[in-house]
């Protein structure tokens, strides 16, 4: 099951704190971008962001789960509802990426 686009907009604009964010259509869900680099991946309506150290600590739960069948496990967010905490994560991400 693909993401519906209204939940891909949800998240681009709860993260937006993070910096310039984008979501692009790949095998039928979604990679998200943070100023150009990916940081997640939005699968099945649900949040996936890459397992860097660097978020660890600030996730208030730790669940590592594959976005898709045969996929890296990645940390699932559940509290996508928090735009501060949820800007914070990805932008930790992006940071420890470039």
């Known amino acids: 099951m693909s993401s519906k686009t ?3 907009k949800y998240i681009l604009e709860q993260s937006s704190g993070a910096g310039e964010m984008a979501a692009r259509k790949m095998m039928g869900d979604y990679c998200l971008y943070c ?3 990916v940081v997640g ?4 309506n649900c949040l996936f962001l890459k397992p860097v150290d660097a ?3 600030k996730l208030r739960e730790v669940v590592l789960r594959s976005p898709y069948p045969g996929a890296k496990p990645y940390y699932a967010i559940e509290h996508i509802d928090d735009k501060e905490y949820l800007s914070e994560l990805v932008l930790a991400v992006y940071r420890s990426l470039v």
């Open 6 to 8: 209204e939940f891909v």
């Open 41 to 44: 991946l939005i699968c099945d």
């Open 35 to 37: 100023n150009g680099t």
């Open 55 to 57: 978020i660890k600590e």
